[in-house]
């Protein structure tokens, strides 16, 4: 059972427009959330995360979006970079002392 | 870099042999991970270990086992490995905020 969803295996933009990466989760008591990036053989490393107390984080180039009635997250990237090439994960954890849940991936590609 | 290390880096084995892949880390954390990531999949867990000669489970144990007898090294052990097993192994430990830092992973092929 596939508690946390990536839907799209992959994703190509041009670079300098946005990229956006979706996430759905099933269990309502998550309730911190995180982004990892992993280039190929290497570890995934982290990237940006949301509490379930806010609705948006940004950092930088990075923003995440959080929507619990939907049980939905975002990943924006803007501008998309040729360096963003890579693999990225959602995951999310109980803040109650957890491990952390992750999804498929989303393979992302920016073109040129 | 969270002074984390896993080796070998790259291994092919044969199946039904016993495999065992090493984590070390430098930094003391109580909490390490084994996860495995395949396509489709994503990163699965498959033990933890929240202090020495504490360890559970975690989503796909089968086949696996674990130990940890100091802190800095939690070692998986493939009991007897079938491809099935073949896939990508990674470790992880705990680090600020309820964040994981991972290694650079173990790539293991079983023939």
């Known amino acids: 059972d596939q508690q946390v969803k990536q839907n799209s295996p992959s994703l190509s933009v041009q670079e300098g427009r946005i990229s956006i990466l979706n996430c759905d989760y099933t269990?309502?008591?998550?309730?911190?959330f995180l982004w990892y990036k992993k280039y190929p053989a290497e570890g995934p490393t982290f990237l940006i995360s949301?509490?379930?107390?806010?609705d948006k984080n940004e950092d930088g180039r990075f923003t995440v979006f959080l929507n619990k009635s939907a049980k939905h997250l975002s990943l924006h990237i803007v501008p998309s970079q040729p360096g963003d090439s890579a693999v990225y994960f959602c995951?999310?954890?109980?803040?109650?002392?957890?491990?952390?849940?992750f999804g498929t991936g989303t393979r992302l590609a920016v073109r040129p | 870099d969270a002074g984390i290390t896993q080796s070998p880096r790259h291994k092919v084995t044969e199946t039904g042999t016993p495999v065992t892949l090493r984590c070390h880390q430098t930094?003391?954390?109580?909490?390490m991970y084994w996860y495995r990531q395949d396509p489709g999949h994503g990163l699965r867990l498959i033990h933890y270990?929240?202090?020495?000669?504490?360890?559970d489970k975690g989503e796909v144990s089968d086949g696996y086992s674990v130990s940890r007898s100091k802190t800095e090294d939690f070692l998986l052990t493939l009991e007897s490995a079938t491809s099935s097993q073949t896939s990508v192994y990674f470790c992880?430990?705990?680090?600020?905020?309820?964040?994981?830092?991972f290694g650079s992973g173990t790539r293991l092929t079983v023939v």
């Open positions: 992880a430990i705990t680090t600020g905020f309820y964040g994981y830092t």
């Open positions: 270990s929240y202090g020495v000669k504490d360890t």
């Open positions: 930094e003391n954390h109580r909490y």
């Open positions: 949301i509490s379930s107390i806010k």
């Open positions: 269990n309502s008591m998550f309730d911190y």
């Open positions: 995951a999310a954890l109980k803040s109650s002392g957890d491990k952390l849940t």
